[in-house]
């Protein structure tokens, strides 16, 4: 039986991790968009990878489950990254949490079942946490409730501010794949999170046009650059690979040090 590698959202990240991961693998990558995820397979195919592609909708229950039955079909889980996402500039507050918060915790839930002896769970998160606080009493429910509860359980809270939407989202992601590490370990397999900070790809740019808070942040970048989408790879192959087996439930952040830099500035 081939093992699977899923990359769900094939933008700049998910792509470079599909290329970073997939030889060798059956590769089913999945994203919201028929011209990006063609364009990927497309892409892919032609460099020799074996691909499958399917359409996502992460927001939608019914199919993330039906991705998540493609997968169980073509092999064994090796791995499931999910990178997609939308950033502040790309959508109301209402549907941030539906497709970073409820999104990334129904392909948690989803492909929870096909985990197996070696299977790993990378989930995209954000250092955005790291600078717009989530409210401490809203923390156990983002790790803990049922994944049908979760929207109900932001109220209206950031209702009117993307930013802050963003923000507690990506902490829920950080917050259920700690709580999701024993689930995950019972079926000898793990799941953890990877913070990205500023990274050049298309959403990256867009966001610094619009937000003059991201120019900031990279001129206060101690490693002097923004990240690229192949160093998000990188961690995700660590992650995946055999010198982090005895990692899990934690979450990684790769920000070239800019979150330490603004905490610690004087």
Known sequence: M??????????????????????GHRLLIADYSDQLLKSAADALTDAGYDVLAQKVD????????????TCKTAGALRAVVHTAG????????ARI???????TALVMDAFLPLAQPGSVAVMIA???????????ELERGLATAPTSQLIGLIGDLHKHDPNGAYAVSKRGNQLR??????AWGARGARIVSLSPGLIHTVMGQQEEKANELIIALRKATPMGRVGTPEDIASGVEWLIGPN???????????????????????
């Open 86 to 93: 939308l950033s502040p500039t790309m959508a109301p507050p």
């Open 2 to 23: 081939k093992s699977v590698i899923t990359i769900v959202g094939v933008g700049g990240m998910g792509l470079a991790c599909a290329r970073r991961l997939g030889s």
């Open 177 to 182: 794949v700690e709580a999701a590490a024993s």
């Open 58 to 69: 992460v927001a939608d229950a019914a199919s993330v489950a039906a991705l998540a039955a």
């Open 126 to 136: 954000s250092m955005a946490p790291q600078l717009v606080p989530t409210p401490p």
């Open 97 to 103: 949490y539906a497709v970073d918060l409820l999104g």
């Open 244 to 266: 982090a087996t005895f990692v899990s439930g934690i979450d990684l952040r790769i920000d070239g040090g800019v979150v330490s830099a603004v905490r610690w500035a004087s």
